[in-house]
């Protein structure tokens, strides 16, 4: 049962354009959401996260939104970069003592196109 | 800057061999996990570990087992590797957040990619 999913696998994106990804769940729980981004024969490096006391977090070109009754988060991306293209794994996380453990999506591959 | 290490980037074994993968990680993390990621299915949690000795199962454990022994390194073991385990295999670490809802990032290594024949 995918507790977390991103229906999309791929979207391509002009550069200088805004990226949109999405991310559903479905466990309740969730309380702590955060974003990953992968090169190609490297380790996903951390990019942004929310906590579900929030709506929206800002980091520079980057904003997460997360609409809690809809169990819906997404990741914005603007202007869009060519460095941005990568596999983008959203993740969350649920309250509790040795329960750091994160459940990943699928991912989603962002091309961004020059 | 966090570091974390694994053994191997290719890694090439057969059918029934046993096989240990290891990681390390330099910033006194108390969690540790092991990941395989495949096409289509994302980062899937075999095992974890929140302190030296101790281990929990993840969503995939079956086939694998795992060892920490010392706080800085994670080993996992593919008692019988198959050609299922074919895949790429990536190690975390974070701090150890607790029962509130402060919750450090998962720092991860570059990954093994593990080819079973």
């Known amino acids: 049962d995918q507790q977390v999913k991103q229906n999309s696998p791929s979207l391509s994106v002009q550069e200088g354009r805004i990226s949109i990804l999405n991310c559903d769940y479905t466990?309740?729980?969730?309380?702590?959401f955060l974003w990953y981004k992968k090169y190609p024969a490297e380790g996903p490096t951390f990019l942004i996260s929310?906590?579900?006391?929030?709506d929206k977090n800002e980091d520079g070109r980057f904003t997460v939104f997360l609409n809690k009754s809809a169990k819906h988060l997404s990741l914005h991306i603007v202007p869009s970069q060519p460095g941005d293209s990568a596999v983008y794994f959203c993740?969350?996380?649920?309250?509790?003592?040795?329960?750091?453990?994160?459940?990943f999506g699928t991912g989603t591959r962002l091309t961004i196109i020059p | 800057d966090v570091k974390v290490t694994q053994s191997s980037r290719y890694l090439v074994k057969r059918t029934g061999e046993k096989v240990f993968l290891e990681c390390v990680q330099d910033?006194?993390?108390?969690?540790m996990f092991w990941y395989r990621q495949d096409p289509g299915l994302g980062l899937r949690l075999i095992y974890f570990?929140?302190?030296?000795?101790?281990?929990e199962k993840g969503d995939i454990p079956e086939g694998y087992s795992v060892s920490r022994e010392k706080k800085e390194r994670f080993s996992l073991i593919l008692e019988s590797a198959s050609t299922n385990q074919t895949s790429m295999y990536l190690c975390?670490?974070?701090?150890?957040?607790?029962?509130?809802?402060?919750?450090?990032?998962?720092?991860f290594g570059p990954g093994t990619r593990l080819t079973v024949l």
């Open positions: 975390a670490s974070s701090l150890l957040g607790g029962s509130t809802s402060f919750y450090n990032e998962q720092f």
């Open positions: 929310i906590s579900s006391i929030k």
């Open positions: 466990n309740s729980m969730f309380d702590y």
């Open positions: 570990s929140y302190d030296v000795k101790m281990k």
């Open positions: 993740a969350a996380s649920a309250p509790g003592f040795g329960n750091e453990k994160l459940t």
């Open positions: 910033m006194d993390h108390e969690n």
